[in-house]
């Protein structure tokens, strides 16, 4: 059972799962034998906890990606699926266990309890979110949207984090395309940091912060690299790192699994044109995109507004900034979203 | 002229500093003609920026450094050193630009005033710090001590970090053994939030939660590494990271400044004993150390303490926790600490 300990100086929760360091890493093993077998492929589904829920193929994409994958994996029975989500395998947290403080000399930890799921986002090994069509994109969207909702009904549930960790840099263990769920009965104190700020914001300036970063960057268009009717992609005035993207909703709503099915495949658009132009000017870079949004038990409110927040990962570069809280950028956001939108190669 | 930017949401102040991306990189250069070339070696002084402090070479260590690089380097008038401090020639902070305010549309802005200096630490070469002498560690230690007494009578100085990037992957661009200093107009976010959660905790419990941490971990030794009649070493209990260390000294002080130069062979006992342990269990990883203080202009305080954090930097492991403020770590702190003192070498 993995443990939640808190930090006894910031208040900081970390979750210590021993087991975790047992999940296999495709990327440490490019020369072993498991290197090329992949767990989220079609026909191997058996591999994986069986499916929470389940896209099924609607033009025989699924069936194609098998049958390419030669004899093997056309025995399997259940591999018509375009997309699917399963329990992850190695969780993070687990459902048994109880959400009681215990207290353990000075400090206080709770039982590892939440969910942990996995959203394998197509049957094609090789196909990137960036690769995908708009209204596949979309489909992983109101995929998440339908997870967090269900999750939320199980009252000890406080925060569910939405993620996708893609390339080894961004602590991803497997390459096929897929994003990760967790729900835990806490809030992260990085999502309360945010809030209050947002709060304090609010009662000094009475509007909320991210409707005005909307303004003011669809005023200016500096730092903006894609902007449709809902959706606005932006590199942030305070970027705490070189090439980091944020992508605010122009309506404003907190909770992000309150948003519209229906304007999915607009913030999908936005999605894949800002990861096309990561890859085109930063040779495809390994990078995590998490949607930031209210604790799911909070009702609706005016100062905080969900979003999503992709951050590159450049290798060797801003190692320091890991944990320190402390950030020196060397790529001004004006002239990353300069680079990225006019798609000059960037070397680091 | 850098840049220093606030992030309107978080009050997260960030370092934007383009200059700083023309400077060269010897881990990236391993193929090209730079890359056996170093500007912190003996002979080579001209090419960093005038000494700011320098240890002189006691026992003919910098003349014998000197004459293992041969002819050109024997030419060097400067050379016999054993430690020296630098501005640094790509410097984040400069010393020149004011501290006042500046509004941009809703966001705030100042100019990047303040100071960016190097120690370098040893002449020779190849030598890290855990391969130094204990008198050699406590030298940098107490030039540390020496620089930020010296930085803080410049009262636009609110904060000076001290602290040493090693390895590629934990952001160093140099392999010559060396630290940093850099002093800025503004305290880092973390460190208010680090102050303020101690504050709390001294609120709530009465004592200090560095001073609770050193009674119960010496207590317990479930999670010590090294201890001696100043310090002690551990595994903190909510480790963000697999082999995260925090060094803290006995004897409660809020200012590292303020720390007696007498104990620092002490210290240097202590930072060279994890090293090794680093280095032996983990076949030696990247780190970054840094220190952990008030900022300068305030005075001592009851409930903050002074310390030293090393974090090791695991390549492909833990990604997603950069910038997240969400951890997941896959090795218990008590697990890392007999490995550690055991000496069994760690397998990512």
């Known amino acids: 059972?993995?443990?939640?300990?808190?930090?006894?100086?910031?208040?900081?929760?970390?979750?210590?799962?021993?087991?975790?360091?047992?999940?296999p890493n495709q990327f440490r093993e490019v020369a072993g034998k498991n290197a090329y077998h992949c767990p989220f492929c079609p026909g191997n589904e058996a591999e994986t906890p069986p499916s929470i829920y389940t896209?099924?193929?609607?033009?025989?994409?699924?069936a194609k990606a098998q049958r390419n994958k030669g004899t093997k994996a056309r025995k399997g029975k259940n591999a018509n699926w375009r997309l699917r989500v399963v329990r992850n395998k190695y969780p993070a947290l687990q459902p048994e266990g109880?959400?009681?403080?215990?207290?353990?000399?000075?400090?206080?930890?709770?039982?590892?309890?939440?969910?942990?799921?996995?959203?394998?986002?197509?049957?094609?090994?090789?196909?990137q979110m960036e690769d995908m069509e708009v209204s596949g994109i979309a489909d992983i969207l109101k995929t998440y949207i339908l997870r967090v909702n269900e999750i939320k009904k199980d009252h000890r549930i406080k925060y569910v984090m939405v993620f996708k960790n893609h390339g080894a840099s961004a602590g991803a263990s497997i390459s096929h395309s897929h994003s990760q769920i967790i729900a835990m009965p806490m809030t992260p104190i990085r999502v309360v940091q945010e809030i209050t700020g947002s709060e304090n914001y609010r009662r000094d300036r009475g509007s909320c912060v991210f409707c005005d970063i909307v303004r003011e960057e669809?005023?200016?268009?500096?730092?903006?690299?894609?902007?449709?009717?809902?959706?606005l992609a932006l590199t942030p005035?305070?970027?705490?790192?070189?090439?980091?993207?944020?992508?605010?909703?122009?309506?404003?709503?907190?909770?992000?699994?309150?948003?519209?099915?229906?304007?999915?495949?607009?913030?999908?658009?936005?999605?894949?044109?800002?990861?096309?132009?990561?890859?085109?000017?930063?040779?495809?870079?390994?990078?995590?995109?998490?949607?930031?949004?209210?604790?799911?038990?909070?009702?609706?409110?005016?100062?905080?507004?969900?979003?999503?927040?992709?951050m590159p990962k450049m290798s060797m570069v801003a190692g320091f900034e890991w944990g320190t809280?402390?950030?020196?950028?060397?790529?001004?956001?004006?002239?990353?979203?300069?680079?990225?939108?006019?798609?000059k190669k960037y070397k680091f």
Chains 1, 2 share one sequence.
């Open 55 to 62: 896209l099924s193929a609607e033009n025989g994409e699924g």
């Open 1 to 23: 059972m993995p443990e939640i300990r808190k930090d006894p100086v910031f208040g900081r929760w970390v979750i210590i799962a021993s087991e975790r360091s047992l999940r």
């Open 237 to 310: 005035y305070a970027s705490r790192f070189s090439f980091e993207l944020w992508i605010l909703p122009k309506k404003h709503l907190s909770h992000f699994e309150n948003a519209d099915a229906a304007l999915m495949p607009d913030l999908a658009g936005i999605i894949k044109g800002v990861l096309g132009k990561l890859k085109r000017s930063l040779a495809g870079p390994s990078y995590n995109l998490i949607v930031h949004t209210m604790p799911v038990q909070d009702p609706e409110v005016g100062h905080y507004h969900w979003h999503i927040e992709i």
């Open 98 to 127: 109880d959400t009681i403080n215990r207290v353990e000399g000075i400090y206080d930890r709770m039982d590892g309890m939440g969910f942990h799921e996995v959203v394998i986002e197509t049957p094609v090994h090789s196909r």
């Open 325 to 343: 809280g402390f950030y020196i950028n060397t790529v001004s956001p004006e002239d990353a979203a300069k680079i990225l939108n006019t798609g």
């Open 218 to 231: 669809a005023g200016s268009k500096k730092r903006v690299l894609e902007e449709n009717e809902n959706f």
